[in-house]
């Protein structure tokens, strides 16, 4: 059985936010834009996604970087002070500690091009 949150599957979850959104932005509720309510959907998105890459198992490097990566887009475009160099920069490092500290617990699969 898949991960759940509140009850329900993450996706679900992230589908009645992205309705609510969608809601709130036609009746001008809270003064919410499009473009603001397309950069609240990222950052969600980044969310879910980071909840998702981290209990699934074995634990992938590139699913939490790509979940982190979508999260600081989102805020960079809110206005956080970072240029896409900091962000690279940021998105290296710490693909280069999850993998140190991942190392151990990972072994490749064995394919055609291992075994070659």
């Given at each position: 059985m898949g991960f759940k949150l509140l009850g329900r599957d993450p996706s679900a979850i992230l589908y009645g936010v992205q309705a609510v959104?969608?809601?709130?932005?036609?009746?001008?509720?809270?003064?919410?834009t499009a473009d603001s309510a397309a950069w609240v959907l990222t950052i969600t998105s980044g969310v879910f996604a980071l909840i998702t890459a981290v209990v699934t198992r074995p634990v992938a490097v590139?699913?939490?970087?790509?979940?982190?990566k979508t999260m600081l887009t989102g805020a960079v475009a809110f206005g956080l002070p970072l240029t896409e160099a900091q962000m690279?920069?940021?998105?290296?490092a710490l693909t280069?500690?999850?993998?140190?500290?991942?190392?151990?617990n990972v072994s490749p699969k064995e394919t055609a091009i291992t075994r070659a």
């Open positions: 959104l969608a809601a709130l932005v036609s009746f001008g509720v809270f003064g919410l590139s699913l939490v970087t790509g979940a982190i690279g920069a940021g998105i290296s280069i500690v999850l993998g140190l500290l991942l190392y151990g």
